[in-house]
């Protein structure tokens, strides 16, 4: 994942979170002269980090510079590599809207207010992504979503669709999104 931080928006309570940060992970870290400051401990947790950290100092002097900076530099990253998976880290709704954009067009962006927020956030945002090649009607996808992300186990899932969509159909689903359930406890059905 590849983290975009609105440092002068959420200042080091964005950051919470960033030692969990693995190997693969990135983060962009943009600043500017009216935010700028880390504490020691803050200052020890991004060192204690797996992930790959990056400062972008961005230039003031109107409002929301930073803003267009970030998202200026989101674009070009997608460019680069269309297939990662984003997020931007800010207390301004305003990403959100970003976040649509891109995922309209395929590319997975997702907003937190933290690193510790953004990791549930982005399980929800690639839950949704693979269900949409799975599930072609939108009202089956956005039933089966909400399942996955409310029961903890695959017996719950799979009566909750049986419910709703009748044996047939619930097994043609539960088919297709059962390897997205490795997580959850039990399984009702053999291979």
């Known amino acids: ?80 590599a269309p297939e990662e998976n984003y997020c931007i880290i800010s207390n301004d709704k305003a990403f959100e ?9 395929n590319v997975n962006v997702c907003c937190a207010v933290s690193l510790e927020q953004a990791e549930e956030s982005g399980e929800h945002s690639r839950l949704h992504s693979e269900l949409e090649k799975l599930i072609t009607n939108s009202d089956e996808l956005e039933f089966v979503e909400k399942c996955i992300n409310e029961l903890t186990t695959k017996s719950g899932i799979n009566n909750r669709i049986v419910k709703k969509y009748g044996t047939t159909r619930a097994g043609e689903i539960y088919r297709l999104i059962k390897p997205l359930l490795t997580d959850k406890k039990g399984d009702t059905r053999q291979q």
């Open 1 to 80: 994942m590849i983290y975009l931080i609105d440092f002068e928006n959420v200042h080091s309570d964005g950051l919470k979170g960033i030692e969990q940060l693995g190997e693969k992970d990135k983060c962009y870290i943009f600043y500017s002269e009216h935010a700028g400051v880390l504490t020691f401990n803050m200052h020890k947790r991004i060192t204690e980090s797996k992930a790959d950290i990056f400062y972008v100092e961005a230039q003031v002097g109107m409002k929301n510079a930073l803003d267009f900076q970030l998202v200026s530099y989101l674009g070009y990253m997608i460019r680069e």
């Open 97 to 105: 809207l970003v976040g649509r954009f891109w995922q309209e067009k």
